[in-house]
């Protein structure tokens, strides 16, 4: 039954047409968030500052549910060592400072925490079919989702029915990955990376949005889920399938990895990882996509 749903990170790329769908579906919105303390579009908002472990405890007052998505931007600033541990911090002290309060609060109702992860958990990992039992890598990013799961499954110690997505690159026209990677193509001087053999997992926005409600509506989804549709693709495809649907050409060579070391270093794993994950888990407890192709998210996002 709807109730209270308290979101971390509710402004960004998926938080904003998460709160959209869940108000839709009856359900109220309490969001925590750095800069915003007040009520905007029928969220109500509370202040927190995770890095200094300050929270309104208000916030949680009759949630019962959390849905934590709140973690700095993996690529907005080059990956120096305090950056890193920002990264993994904003996702891990954060989310450890909501049980703290649950813990604290004796009348607390919350039931379920469902929690944002990435297939970065995977690393490079070739044309393994990756379920959600694979062991997970040990770059970077793999050892960011470890920390970030091992914090959210610390719910499990207060009872509640812990959820983690595994999430691949969302789709959207607002913001995200794809953008980023349409900008190059628009101006005509798009290319694959690397090989563009590596695999990348993605997700229509929309069926992103529409998997954290299936997962907070059913209470048979327990654990982790890989967060992705059912057809990955190569980087190639990928950049192909873009240019196609902008009705631009594609004809540089592709970006050679030594480029990509030299402008990115460490932080090329982001676009070079390869990452072909199963989508089995999550259609077996009964999520049904609505973007499945390709073709057919580019088309919808696109027009
Ligand atoms: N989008 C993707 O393709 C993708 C792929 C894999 C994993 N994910 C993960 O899914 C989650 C949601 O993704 P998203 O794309 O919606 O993220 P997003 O647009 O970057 O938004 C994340 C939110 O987290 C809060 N935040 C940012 N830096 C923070 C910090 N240092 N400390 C605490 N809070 C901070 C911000 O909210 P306030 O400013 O209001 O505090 C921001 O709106 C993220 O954890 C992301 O890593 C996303």
């Known amino acids: 039954m709807p109730g209270i749903v308290l979101i971390t990170g509710a402004s960004g790329l998926i938080g904003r047409p998460l709160c959209r769908q869940l108000q839709d579906g009856g359900y109220t919105v309490h969001a925590l968030s750095r800069s915003e303390n007040d009520e905007r579009d029928g969220i109500k908002f509370f202040q927190w500052d995770p890095e200094k472990g300050i929270i309104d405890r208000n916030c949680i007052h009759d949630a019962v549910a959390v849905i934590h998505l709140a973690g700095e931007a993996i690529t907005a600033k080059p990956w120096t060592k305090a950056q890193k541990q920002k990264i993994i911090k904003s996702r891990t002290e954060s989310i450890k400072l909501v049980y703290k309060l649950i813990r604290n609060n004796s009348s607390s109702r919350v039931k379920t925490i469902i929690s944002a992860s990435g297939v970065g958990y995977y690393g490079h990992r070739g044309d393994e079919l990756l379920t959600e039992q694979s062991r997970p890598g040990n770059d970077f990013l793999a050892q960011t989702c470890i920390a970030w799961e091992n914090a959210v499954n610390e719910g499990e110690t207060l009872g509640l029915r812990v959820v983690k997505l595994r999430t691949g690159v969302v789709l959207s026209s607002c913001g995200g990955a794809l953008p980023q990677l349409a900008k190059p193509v628009k101006l005509g001087i798009g290319a694959a990376l690397g090989s563009g053999k590596q695999w990348m997992p ?7 949005v529409q ?13 982790t889920y890989n967060m992705a549709a059912p057809s990955p693709v190569r980087n190639k495809e ?15 060579p592709s970006v050679p990895v030594l480029f990509l070391q030299i402008l990115l270093g460490e932080m090329k794993a982001v676009v ?16 049904k996509y609505n973007f499945s192709s390709l073709d057919d998210a580019l088309k919808d996002i696109y027009g």
């Open 202 to 208: 993605w997700i229509h926005i929309e069926d992103a």
């Open 211 to 223: 998997m954290y409600i299936h997962v907070l509506k059913n209470e048979q989804c327990k654990g």
């Open 238 to 252: 990928l950049v192909t399938a873009v240019a196609r649907r902008l009705k631009k050409p594609l004809w540089l």
């Open 272 to 287: 070079l990882n390869s990452t072909n994950t199963s989508s089995e888990k999550i259609s077996f407890s009964g999520f």
